[in-house]
């Protein structure tokens, strides 16, 4: 499955959203992020907003998709 351009999370399912793949830019209003995952068993949504200038942007990426694959040591 291919990336597409940056898709409105709002308008997507469930079902829709936990068949993105990760990394997939969204966007939900006018902010843009890239989705994460589903966390179970709870199907929240986790996305890691883009802001231009926030230090440690890779750091927190990885610790949102612990996150959201459940792994040890995420909170």
């Not at 997507?12 to 990394?23: D, M, P």
């Not at 902010?31 to 440690?56: E, F, L, N």
């Not at 990885?62 to 792994?71: E, K, P, T, W």
Request: glycine share 10%.
């Amino acid at each position: 499955m291919k990336y597409q351009k940056a898709i409105n999370i709002w308008a997507l399912t469930s079902i829709q959203r936990k068949a993105l793949k990760v990394g997939q830019w969204v966007t939900a209003g006018t902010a843009k992020g890239q989705y994460m995952g589903q966390k179970s068993p709870s199907a929240t949504d986790v996305v890691i907003w883009h802001h231009a200038d926030v230090k440690g942007y890779n750091s927190k990426r990885s610790a949102l998709r612990d996150y959201a694959l459940g792994q040890r040591g995420a909170k």
